[in-house]
């Protein structure tokens, strides 16, 4: 899904694809955004939900444009989102 037609991502947590939860309702598949507030974001990350093989909570993230896309251990603190259809 292209959230918001590919724009940054504070335009993107105005999608309506996007709705606002806790972070105590992350599943995987949800988005957390990073900024000053929730609608002044500079960074996204997609949640893996809890690898198997350690019991970590893990992400998926770029480390910025133009860079590849990692699995790496969960960093909390920013806004999360759910994803809808």
Request: charged letters at 20%; proline letters at 4%; glycine letters at 12%.
């Amino acid at each position: 899904m292209d959230l918001a037609g590919g724009g940054d991502t504070t335009e993107q947590t105005l999608d309506s694809h996007l709705t606002p939860i806790a972070e105590s309702q992350r599943q995987p598949g949800d988005v957390e955004y990073f900024g000053t507030d929730a609608h002044n974001t500079v960074h996204v990350v997609l949640y893996a939900g809890t690898d198997p093989a350690t019991g970590a909570d893990m992400m998926y993230e770029a480390e910025k444009t133009g860079t590849n896309v990692h699995y790496v251990g969960l960093r909390t603190g920013g806004y999360w989102y759910h994803v809808s259809a």
